[in-house]
């Protein structure tokens, strides 16, 4: 742990460089019905209500904390239709940390991606990235392209000590643009950090050698910065070349090599919205026309204009060292406790939160059967914690109806910014610890709804077995009546 201040015992954990001055109450129900309102919502905890739930580790987008600073913002938003304050405002901000000139709002990081998509992808183009978010994907097969994914060898394999899992391998990067043809190539996106393979980061290195490669073959390069805020922290603390560098001075020299940053501000930013930076008034003309139609005019984009004021004192604590260590701490401090324990999760210490190894903490189930979905159900059950499955239903079937089985299976338990305790943060490692030990109780799932876009959002799933009855009575023996 990189904290600055130090325990009389030499105890190594996160502190938190924040007070709570808001705060919402909490119910835990008991076991039993855990059970049953994992059944009601199909055991597919996007289905849950939030009031059944303890610990809500389904994401960090639009649930982190506001400071106080964001919500005195708020109060100053102007209105206005035409030439708002406001819009110039997040504006400016976005040109002073990217050093772009032009901006396009967007409602939220999907809408940006539905904007790009529309500007630069025809039917039979590719699109290259390290790693496919699913929204991005929609959106891009949905216009006829389609996406190859390029990360380095070792962003797959679950454990490893290398501390930059997202990055590309930048010789396919090559490769790939000789074969398919820098025109057919609709646009290479760099994912800045990774989201579906543990919250992995790249390297500042990496992602400068991707934009010079893009640049050689006249490919736009396009970041995704939704996850930046853990990537600058990894960058900072983990590569020698940015060590002396500011957190400004490390945004700015990936912002300049890139043609386009986009992102959701449900993450990065600390609110709710997106939007589309760039230097070069042409691309922006080429994708202007859609934020009208799409999102609403070019001063807002379908965001409210609190969120924007939010967003930019939100951009700004982002550029503090303080505020973004916050997250990957308690993430590390997690994953540190787990691999203690001897609980299969994906190392290193990622940001957006811990990843449980599905596929590994339930191997006796086939990935037909959903693993990491069955383990997001029987940790809502061991303990109100929510989880998000991020494995072989989060991916849309092939063309021909044909499941397309996930590289891993995961469960994602985010740690949104700002808004957990350590205490809570314990309360969750010991009912995955607990899980673990009974894992062998742990069956599949199979649908009984299945929706064709994005079925991970609604889809209704059963067990195949009575296995959640003998878990709650495994859970009855060992905990007697605590909740
Ligand atoms: N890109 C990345 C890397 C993301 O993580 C997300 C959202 C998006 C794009 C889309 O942004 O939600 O504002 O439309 N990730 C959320 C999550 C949904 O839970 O990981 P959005």
Known sequence: ???????????????????????????????????????????????????????????????????????????????????????????????????????????????????????????????????????TKAHITRLGGSVEELISKEGLEPTSDNPFKGNFDLELLRKRIEEVGPDKVAFVRIEAGTNLVGGQPLSMENMLAVAKICKEYGVLSV???????????????????????????????????????????????????????????????????YVPLY??????????????????????????????????????????????????????????????????????????????????AAMYIAGGVRGMERGTLSEQREPDGSERFAEMELLRLAVPRRVFTLSQIKYVIDRVEWLYDNRELVGGLEFYDEPKVLRFFFGRLRPTSDWQDKLVAKFRKDFGDSL
Request: hydrophobic letters at 40%.
């Open 1 to 135: 742990m990189d904290t600055q201040v130090k325990f009389l015992h030499g105890e190594n954990i996160p502190l938190e460089m924040h007070k709570v001055r808001i705060v919402q109450k909490l119910f835990l129900p008991p076991v039993e019905k855990r059970k049953e309102y994992m059944n009601e919502a199909g055991n597919n905890t996007f289905l849950l209500q939030n009031r059944d739930v303890f610990v809500d580790m389904l994401t960090d987008s639009g649930v982190n904390a506001m400071s106080d600073r964001q919500q005195a913002a708020m109060l100053v938003a102007d209105d206005s239709y035409a030439g708002s304050e406001t819009n110039n405002r997040l504006k400016n901000k976005l040109k002073e940390i990217f050093g772009t000139e032009y901006f396009l709002p967007a409602h939220q990081g999907r809408a940006a991606e539905n904007i790009l998509s529309e500007a630069f992808v025809k039917p039979g183009m590719v699109t290259l990235m390290n790693f496919h978010f699913t929204t």
């Open 223 to 289: 970041m995704d910065a939704s996850l930046l805020q853990d990537n600058l922290y990894f960058i900072k603390t983990r590569e020698a070349a940015a060590k002396d560098m500011s957190l400004r001075e490390i945004t700015r020299t990936l912002a300049d090599a890139m043609d386009i940053i986009y992102f959701s501000a449900r993450k990065l930013g600390f609110a709710r919205g997106g939007g589309i930076c760039m230097r070069d008034e042409a691309l922006c003309k080429k994708m202007m026309e």
């Open 295 to 376: 999102e609403g005019f070019l001063t807002y984009g379908g965001m409210s204009v609190r969120e924007m004021e939010a967003i930019t004192v939100g951009l700004e604590e982002t550029m503090d060292m303080d505020v973004i260590s916050q997250g990957p701490q308690f993430i590390k401090y997690m994953v540190d406790e787990l691999t203690k324990y001897g609980v299969p999760v994906i190392t290193p210490a990622g940001g957006l939160g811990c990843h449980l190894n599905a596929s590994e903490i339930l191997p006796h189930i086939p990935q037909s059967q959903y693993p990491a979905g069955a383990l997001a």
